[in-house]
């Protein structure tokens, strides 16, 4: 009975949604899609290869961008300050790559460093990036490895999808609606309670995981992550490199840490504990031969830290996971302010 009617209500929505249709409140030009084939083929490129093809164009949209960027010779963003001297690397995931802005406005740029950062790339795939570009011959003194908690869920056992989910073969009624609405108020609304969309706040169910203090959902991606620091951390000794973990905080941690802003599918009961994620991740790097003192951690200079801010939100897209231009900025002031880092950059 509950599923005929659940039924009843997909099939009445869509024909609604089919004569009175929201409008869409997208920004993204008509000719950017959500899923773009070519994109995607140069993102399993990437993650099997560890760099992008060389001197390909890497077009990436989203509600408040539309840019394109170019790999260099060796299929990464490389260098785009003319007198940098390569001897700062920039290596991780889309924060490094710089998501949504284009390469002169990302903070690797704007520190004057090398950018081997890969969209979507999590952590076992750092180590081979810094691998791989030490054995092309290139030398560094520095390199800022970027740290991202949210890819311990990509990094664990069951991924994303270990947590409840909607298949698109055994409800293609609902996504039908959803690809055809996507964008519009009502359907930002609907993912948004079910957690597997965005909205403003850019909540995702499973990532509140992360926070859940008796939670063991995460174990297999910390020790991806832990077995990441050791190798990475085996390197810099190898090649003589001072490694600077760069731990960016997720918007779902900061407006809880913040905020105090939790979603509504999240019970009561559950303890969660915004700090939880990244503890745990500087234990592992301590663990590993790391300086605890060395690592930036941008969640403290963020809320309460000598670069705090009034309002986190204008660092990131409104729409997106990532930084903005005002927060890729926020970042490269962050590194240029700590002694031990601001005689190795660009911090003109």
Not at 91 to 111: H, M, Q, R, T, W
Not at 162 to 191: D, G, V, W
Not at 230 to 259: E, F, G, V, W
Request: net charge neutral; proline share 4%; charged share 20%.
């Amino acid at each position: 009975m509950v599923i005929a009617s659940l039924m009843l209500s997909l099939i009445l929505i869509e024909i609604y949604l089919h004569y009175f249709p929201f409008p869409r409140d997208t920004k993204k030009p008509e000719i950017c899609t959500s899923v773009d084939p070519i994109n995607l083929a140069r993102y399993k490129y990437s993650i099997a290869n560890y760099s992008y093809p060389a001197n390909i164009n890497l077009p990436i949209c989203g509600e408040e961008f539309f840019i394109t960027n170019k790999s260099d010779e060796d299929g990464y963003l490389g260098a785009s300050v003319a007198k940098n001297k390569h001897s700062v690397l920039v290596f991780g995931d889309s924060f490094a790559f710089g998501f949504g802005v284009n390469k002169e406005d990302s903070f690797a740029s704007l520190i004057g460093a090398y950018n081997a950062g890969l969209w979507g790339n999590t952590f076992a795939n750092h180590a081979q990036v810094l691998n791989k570009l030490l054995k092309n011959g290139r030398t560094y003194e520095m390199a800022v490895w970027v740290i991202y908690p949210p890819h311990l869920i990509t990094a664990s056992l069951g991924s994303w999808n270990s947590r409840t989910q909607i298949k698109k073969e055994e409800h293609p009624l609902f996504f039908k609606i959803i690809e055809q609405y996507n964008n519009t108020a009502l359907s930002k609304a609907l993912l948004a309670g079910l957690g597997i969309g965005v909205n403003a706040i850019d909540y995702y169910t499973r990532e509140w995981s992360l926070y859940e203090k008796n939670d063991r959902y995460l174990d297999s991606g910390y020790v991806v992550f832990d077995a990441a620091a050791r190798q990475i951390n085996h390197l810099a000794l190898t090649h003589h490199i001072k490694i600077i973990p760069l731990i960016m905080p997720s918007k779902r941690q900061l407006a809880l840490k913040s905020d105090g802003m939790r979603p509504p599918f999240i019970p009561s009961w559950h303890k969660l504990d915004a700090d939880l994620p990244t503890e745990k991740i500087l234990k592992i790097l301590q663990a590993n031969g790391f300086s605890i003192e060395g690592s930036v951690v941008l969640i403290d200079e963020i809320l309460t830290g000598s670069n705090h801010v009034d309002n986190w939100g204008k660092l990131y897209f409104l729409n997106d996971a990532h930084l903005n231009q005002i927060g890729n900025v926020y970042v490269a002031k962050v590194l240029c302010s700590k002694d031990n880092l601001k005689n190795n950059l660009n911090c003109s």
